[in-house]
């Protein structure tokens, strides 16, 4: 099992940059599918990056050009994305998610087949 805790976030204007990290608890992320995801209360959750085990990356069209997602798999063991260009339209909650073994690391399969989440951290872009 691994236990993630996010850290990050917060208030910026529009155009603005944030970091979000997700650290890994008690067991070592190089095995994990990895990615970040979005929901607003009420709303379906949004996929917004994956990086896998080969270290391959996908985004969301509407990140794309402006959010990097990364991985620190030393003693750091933690996932990052790196927001840049924010616009009031990516004002959510954030998760981060992990699924071990997950090969075929893409959104889809992650959001349905994570097995561990984080706890979450809002975003808010004002304009």
């Known amino acids: 099992q691994v236990q993630l805790v996010q850290s990050g976030g917060g208030s910026v204007q529009a155009g603005g940059s944030l970091r979000l990290s997700c650290a890994a608890l008690?067991?070592?992320?190089?095995?994990?599918?990895m990615g970040w995801f979005r929901q607003a209360p009420g709303k379906e959750r949004e996929g917004v990056a994956t990086i896998g085990i080969d270290g391959i990356s996908t985004y969301a069209d509407s990140v794309k050009g402006r959010f990097t997602i990364s991985v620190d798999n030393t003693e750091k063991n933690t996932l990052y994305l790196d927001m840049n260009k924010l616009k009031p339209e990516d004002t959510d909650m954030y998760y981060c998610?992990?699924?071990?073994?997950?090969?075929?690391?893409?959104?889809?399969?992650?959001?349905?087949?994570?097995?561990?989440w984080g706890q979450g951290t809002q975003v808010t872009v004002s304009s």
């Open positions: 998610a992990a699924a071990q073994h997950l090969y075929d690391c893409y959104l889809s399969s992650l959001s349905n087949l994570a097995k561990y």
């Open positions: 008690d067991q070592s992320i190089r095995t994990y599918c």
